[in-house]
């Protein structure tokens, strides 16, 4: 699911690689944890809720429940690969 970044790109692209790799671990996390009863309370729930939340939301807006299961955290982990890809791609052919 992680894109490898391409070890001759630029700071642009492996930039946006390290951040959206960043992200789908972030997502992957909360999905984990999630099966656990952990006090939301928590910082670094808190915390991990404040970065996946902007992405995952509007997903689950979206996509209903399926069997009380929510996909919402997996599509958006494809989402992120997908738009990964192309982006670190037109960074590298721009040299940014």
Same mark, same amino acid.
């Given at each position: 699911? @992680? #894109?490898? /970044? $391409?070890? +001759?790109g !630029? $700071?642009?692209s492996? !930039? $946006? /690689?390290?951040?959206f #790799? &960043?992200? %789908?671990?972030a *997502?992957?996390a909360r999905?984990l944890l999630s099966? &656990?009863?952990? +006090?939301?309370?928590n910082? &670094? %729930?808190?915390?991990? #809720?404040?970065v !996946?939340?902007?992405?995952i939301d509007p997903i689950r807006r979206i996509?209903?429940?399926?069997?009380?299961?929510d @996909?919402?955290?997996? $599509?958006?982990? %494809?989402l992120?690969?997908? *738009?990964s890809?192309?982006?670190q791609? @037109?960074?590298?052919d721009?040299?940014?």
């Open positions: 699911m @992680f #894109n490898q /970044c $391409v070890s +001759d !630029t $700071v642009g492996q !930039t $946006v /690689c390290m951040l #790799n &960043f992200l %789908i671990l *997502i992957l999905a099966w &656990f009863r952990l +006090d939301p309370g910082p &670094f %729930i808190q915390a991990l #809720n404040a !996946t939340e902007p992405i996509m209903p429940r399926i069997a009380m299961l @996909f919402s955290p997996m $599509v958006a982990m %494809i992120l690969a997908v *738009i890809a192309p982006l791609q @037109f960074l590298n721009r040299g940014i």
